[in-house]
T-cell receptor
Framework: DGGITQSPKYLFRKEGQNVTLSCEQN?????MYWYRQDPGQGLRLIYY???????QKGDIAEGYSVSREKKESFPLTVTSAQKNPTAFYLC??????????????FGPGTRLTVL | GIQVEQSPPDLILQEGANSTLRCNFS?????LQWFHQNPWGQLINLFY???GTKQNGRLSATTVATERYSLLYISSSQTTDSGVYFC????????FGAGTTVTVRA
């Protein structure tokens, strides 16, 4: 069954802790993305990767880190430096075209709550 | 990056009504997508439509790239159409609008 999986679905973190959110895809997509969504708002790009072992900062990268060691995996670490990490985190993937990105497909998301 | 504005911010419909959602973007895009976010947060792809017109059942979309806007049409709305509709435009990365919250009443 092809698609994008994210885990865990819900995550609770104490202040000062780092946590890592998992994102895996079996669509053979080149590019992967992490977005953050706050209540009542649209999505904002945190990081993206167009190829293995390479990634770029998005609009709100401060306090987050990523790695892309395998094509199918793009984990996101929310560090203690992120001041307000409580949010809904969505991972996406897409093929790359000669002019940019093709259709992006999204995983089911992880809801992170800082206690 | 691209700036995306969606209107209206909220829309309340009676079941069976038709509606139009609009998306304006600030610059040329090579990717324009419409999504529906369900109550559980899942983003469902509706259309990939950088230009032209597409239809899928009761939904259709039109993008006029030269005038930098896209329209999403919902016909004969049903309660299952409720949720938040997002458009997103890209040069090299997707930028999302703030969304239109649609409520369809039975």
């Amino acid at each position: 069954d092809g698609g994008i999986t994210q885990s865990p679905k819900y995550l609770f973190r104490k202040e000062g802790q780092n946590v890592t959110l998992s994102c895996e895809q079996n669509l053979n997509h080149d590019a992967m993305y992490w977005y953050r969504q706050d209540p009542g708002q649209g999505l904002r790009l945190i990081y993206y990767s167009q190829i293995v072992n390479d990634f770029q900062k998005g609009d709100i990268a401060e306090g987050y880190s990523v790695s892309r060691e395998k094509k199918e995996s793009f984990p996101l670490t929310v560090t203690s430096a992120q001041k307000n990490p409580t949010a809904f985190y969505l991972c996406a993937s897409s093929l790359m075209t000669s002019v940019g990105t093709d259709t992006q497909y999204f995983g089911p998301g992880t809801r992170l709550t800082v206690l | 990056g691209i700036q995306v504005e969606q209107s209206p911010p909220d829309l309340i419909l009676q079941e069976g009504a038709n509606s139009t959602l609009r998306c304006n973007f600030s610059d040329s895009v090579n990717n324009l997508q419409w999504f529906h976010q369900n109550p559980w947060g899942q983003l469902i792809n509706l259309f990939y439509i950088p230009s032209g017109t597409k239809q899928n059942g009761r939904l259709s979309a039109t993008t006029v790239a030269t005038e930098r806007y896209s329209l999403l049409y919902i016909s004969s709305s049903q309660t299952t159409d409720s949720g938040v509709y997002f458009c997103a435009g890209a040069d090299y990365k997707l930028s999302f609008g703030a969304g239109t919250t649609v409520t369809v009443r039975a």
